[in-house]
């Protein structure tokens, strides 16, 4: 849509850099979780994804726009099964599919509220500042996986 409105084209390249990093990510990278820790993952991933949504808030054009898409794609792509790895890893395995339901409510949760709170946003200041307050959401999910990983460090 930022596309759109900026008149920048084509329009569907930053959903197909979206969508292809997400899906090569995941399934170049998809082990990591099981290899380094969900934690590790996390903080990696995050920071990319809020990168690439900081980089599309910025771009002065179509380019730099969709690179911010390719990034967010790719960091987002091993979040949410980054903190699954952790929400269900410690548990014992009669627990671990209750906790994998919780955890996926949080995020049913999190679009179910944060949709109509970004389409608020965009109508307000603009359709640029959906990615500035995304990036900005991103910060309290690198706090969290810092912190699970300083907990489940070895001593």
């Known amino acids: ?68 898409a390719g990034l967010t794609g790719l960091g987002y792509s091993l979040v949410y099964p980054g903190f699954g790895a952790e929400a269900v890893g410690r548990l014992p395995q009669r627990s671990r599919g209750l906790a994998m339901g919780l955890y996926t409510v949080f995020l049913d949760v999190a679009l179910g509220f944060g949709s109509p709170a970004l389409g608020l946003v965009a109508a307000s200041a603009g359709l640029q500042f959906v990615f500035l307050v995304v990036a900005t959401a991103t910060l309290p999910a690198l706090g969290i996986a810092l912190l699970l990983g300083r907990r489940n460090a070895p001593l």
């Open 1 to 68: 849509m930022l596309f759109a409105e900026r008149g920048w084209q084509p329009v569907w390249l930053p959903f197909t850099a979206y969508a292809a990093s997400l899906i090569a990510a995941r399934l170049c990278f998809g082990h990591l979780p099981d290899r380094l820790g969900g934690a590790r993952v996390v903080v990696i991933f995050v920071a990319v994804e809020a990168a690439g949504l900081t980089l599309i808030w910025l771009a002065p054009g179509p380019v730099l726009a969709a690179i911010g």
